[in-house]
């Protein structure tokens, strides 16, 4: 069989691949500190890195979700409005006296709930993921300014608001948040079965069925964990700003999606970490962050981030491309 | 009579070969996929005018030539002339403006423009940049009345039968200024009476000068149509003959290859218990089946494509929904509402596609031969890395896939091997009755044989095997009971050897 004798010599994929594209990653990562760090004065002064480690880590939690949920080769447009929709939540549940343990619970609850509605929309309705999650997009910011009658409800809570300014070993507490979502998110995906059936449906989901995975349950699943990492930002940022207001981080889903894919993520599914958003959360923090002290225009930095998705990106298809 | 090409002459070329002489040669064309072979470098001339048919078996490399012509995919290695010059084909835009064209088993039209819009697409006649539909649909009627065809132009396509359809795709290609027409399996799907109008425009392009390309199965098409023939056998061209010098036996002999015993290892185990019996199960694109598996005997399904068997499969696998009839697993009555329930029962499905059912192609091999066992892998919350590793290299190794490692990706293998990973995956999982469909399409000789010997081997395990094939000789060969599908029933029965292959082929046709 010399036909065959030819597949020995098939591409050896690449154990240290992902290692190695999360390290490239990290380089890139270091590398735009150093260089923030020579430039200018102000960078490596503990209250901007403070600065810059909040602004990441409300992204790098969205990025991990929404990363689940792209595997499956789906997509979570709502995630920005779950954060805004949250913090009305919390702020409203709080004013109405509900205590504070018991309304955070609540809110995420909520956040499960958007989740099950949006895989019930694909699974059960047959709808595409873009299109119901789109939909959420827009109601649930309605919703949330019907509730608040179009204002916002300021949050007296201080043990609740006091959270995000608070540092715990000298960083702060708002990036534990990443480390608490991170270490299970990383066991779940790349650790546990649920993981590989996550892969599985991305990958091919009609393979994944005949194979006894219950893909309508994988999907439940992402979506239910992408909505709830969104729920949680929410609770974040409602303790950062102070207020529920349903209008609150608009366009954070596209920084999510950003992220995700700067960290490595195929949006054709079946191609995804856990690192890789996180760092790809805290590049792009690092971007707006060191624009800002640099005195570029808010306008360039839109573009900046624009080209560097599409530098990244292609060159990790490059990379692909080489190790077929 | 006027002929076609002087109703809508698109492409004015006059013809540049004489009749009988060479209009498309190939010296040495050659195609491989990846490690591939899936055709071997072939010379083969087709002449001017003649009808030229070429026969196979599924995977024999018919349709990777068609791609070839047709500029569908691009050559590995070889030459083509056409009209004595070197060309390279490269894409169908290419192919077509030389005047070589196909017609598909399926037809690739636009379902919902008419059929005058789709037998002008992307040749629009037009006037000041708007289309002018009249004049469009006059000149088409035109020409399907010329035919004979008494089909209605401005009818939407998707109104039309799937024969109605071939028609107007043939219709299609002829006013093109075609010179060179290929017909893939064109019958498949055609009612008898449909057929014989496409053979009489298949003679009157040919009385124009057309040179005919025609593949197909059905040897008495072959016969009544061809000039000459050309046969393949595992991407090989085995040769050309011309009609008056051949029969059916000669070209079947030259079809299938003859170490037919070599190959199909069958060893008669003793019949164990009845495995899985159903009775009367109906569901969507089969009817009223009753059959059964006993331990230690192969049952073979045969029958054309569409005719029911994989549906019975995954009607069978839990998959899709069984309308009636009832399913007895080890004389207890069953019902399998999913997969998971099918494989709790010990039922295992290689489907029919390794591709669009059987892999996730972009994942490693590990993975997909682990899918199914992940539950039993787990322990707590983690996978066991250890079991998983040693499961998945055990795999690779018995089953002799030839990978440095679990790691790669199931897309990187050749159809063989990845054929070894779906069969792989059930081994690891453990069953009672196993369901290969199609196991060896676009698998290379010495992996059937090994794919055949593994299958003695289940069988001595206690297993049962329901083999669904297209190729013949294999289910033929291999089957202890074979039953033939045509149009979701089960229209006979036979024991080893028991019918001739004509007799079981023309019970699958329905002649």
């Known amino acids: 069989m010399s036909v065959e004798t030819t597949t020995e010599t098939a591409p050896v994929p690449k154990r240290g691949m992902n290692i190695l594209f999360g390290l490239t990653l990290l380089g890139l990562l270091l590398f735009l500190w150093l260089l923030l760090g020579m430039s200018t004065t102000s960078f490596w002064t503990s209250n901007n890195i403070s600065n810059l480690l909040r ?25 920005g409005a779950v954060v805004g929709f949250a913090s009305v939540t919390i702020a409203w549940l709080l004013q109405a006296g509900v205590p504070l343990w018991p309304a955070m619970g609540l809110t995420l609850l909520v956040g499960v709930a958007i989740g099950a509605f949006h895989a019930f929309g694909i699974v059960r309705m047959g709808l595409p993921a873009f299109i ?43 990036f534990w948040m990443v480390l608490v979502v991170a270490v299970p998110a990383y066991i779940f995906l790349h650790l546990s079965r649920w993981g590989r059936y996550l892969f599985a449906v991305g990958s091919n989901s009609e393979a994944a069925r005949l194979s006894g995975v219950n893909v309508n349950r994988t999907i439940y699943l992402a979506y239910i964990l992408s909505s709830t990492c969104a729920a949680f930002v929410g609770l974040l940022l409602a303790s950062r700003i102070g207020i529920g207001n349903a209008t609150q981080a608009e366009g954070w889903e596209l920084q999510a999606i950003a992220s995700s894919v700067i960290g490595g993520t195929s949006l054709f599914g079946a191609v995804g970490s856990v690192h890789g958003p996180l760092l790809g959360a805290f590049i792009l923090a690092t971007i707006n962050n060191g624009a800002n002290l640099l005195n570029v225009n808010s306008f360039w930095q839109r573009i900046i981030t624009g080209a560097l998705i599409i530098i990244i990106v292609y060159f990790d298809q490059l990379r692909r491309r080489a190790s077929r | 009579m006027t002929g076609l090409h002087d109703i809508t002459k698109l492409h004015a070329e006059g013809h540049p070969v004489a009749k009988g002489e ?49 500029g569908v995919i691009r050559r590995t290695s070889g030459e083509v002339f056409w009209c004595g010059k070197s060309v390279q084909l490269a894409t169908p835009t290419e192919a077509i403006a030389r005047g070589i064209n196909a017609v598909h088993q399926e037809v690739v039209l636009c379902r919902h423009l008419t059929v005058a819009a789709n037998m002008f697409l992307g040749d629009e006649i037009q006037a000041n940049g708007l289309m002018r539909k009249r004049a469009m649909t006059e000149a088409a009627q035109a020409v399907l009345d010329d035919l004979g065809f008494n089909l209605p132009a401005g009818a939407l396509l998707s109104d039309l039968t799937i024969g109605q359809q071939q028609l107007v795709a043939t219709a299609r290609a002829a006013m093109r200024g075609t010179q060179f027409l290929i017909f893939d399996e064109p019958t498949a799907y055609l009612t008898r009476q449909e057929s014989a109008q496409l053979f009489r425009l298949i003679r009157r392009l040919q009385s124009e000068g057309v040179t005919i390309v025609y593949i197909s199965h059905r040897m008495e098409e072959v016969f009544e149509l061809a000039d000459r023939v050309s046969v393949l056998r595992d991407g090989t061209h085995v040769g050309t003959r011309l009609i008056g010098e051949t029969n059916d036996a000669e070209l079947i002999s030259m079809m299938i290859n003859r170490t037919i015993e070599q190959i199909y290892h069958k060893e008669h185990l003793p019949i164990g218990e009845t495995i899985v019996e159903t009775r009367g199960l109906s569901g969507p694109g089969f009817d009223d089946i009753s059959l059964s598996v006993r331990a230690g005997e192969i049952v073979g399904l045969y029958g054309l494509i569409g005719a029911g068997r994989s549906e019975f499969a995954l009607g069978l696998y839990g998959r899709q929904p069984v309308s009636g009839g009832e399913i007895f697993w080890q004389g207890d009555k069953v019902k399998i509402a999913n997969e998971r329930k099918a494989m709790d029962l010990g039922i295992a499905l290689a489907p029919e596609s390794r591709r669009d059912q059987g892999l996730c192609l972009n994942l490693p091999i590990g993975l997909n031969i682990n899918l199914p066992i992940f539950d039993r892998l787990t322990k707590g919350l983690t996978i066991n890395r250890r079991r998983e590793i040693e499961n998945a290299d055990k795999q690779i190794s018995d089953l002799k896939i030839k990978t440095p490692t679990r790691r790669v990706l199931a897309s990187a293998m050749s159809g063989g091997n990845q054929q070894k990973i779906v069969i792989g995956k059930w081994l690891s999982h453990g069953a009672k009755l196993f369901i290969f469909d199609e196991p060896t399409v676009g698998v290379d000789v010495g992996t059937k044989a090994e794919i055949y010997r593994l299958f003695a081997r289940l069988l001595e395990q206690g297993a049962g095997i329901i083999l669904i094939s297209s190729y013949l000789p294999e289910v033929y060969e291999l089957s202890d009971r074979l039953h033939v599908f045509r149009q979701g029933k089960l229209v006979a029965s036979h024991t080893y050897r028991s019918a001739s292959h004509e007799e079981v082929l023309t019970q699958a046709i329905g002649v």
């Open chain 1, 55 to 79: 602004q990441g880590s409300m992204t790098a939690i969205l990025a991990v979700g929404q990363t689940f949920v792209i595997i499956t080769a789906g997509i979570d447009l709502s995630v």
């Open chain 2, 22 to 70: 060479p209009i498309l040669e190939l010296r040495g064309l050659q195609k491989k996929y990846g490690a591939v072979e899936a055709l071997k470098p072939a010379n083969i001339t087709f002449l001017s005018g003649e009808v030229h048919a070429i026969v196979g078996e599924n995977g024999a490399g018919k349709s990777t030539l068609i791609k070839l012509l047709t």
């Open chain 1, 132 to 174: 119901i999650t789109l939909a959420t997009l827009t109601s649930l910011r309605g919703i949330g300014l019907l509730i608040t009658n179009g204002s916002t409800i300021s949050i007296s809570n201080d043990a609740f608001t006091d959270f995000s300014r608070a540092d715990f070993l000298g960083v702060p507490s708002l």
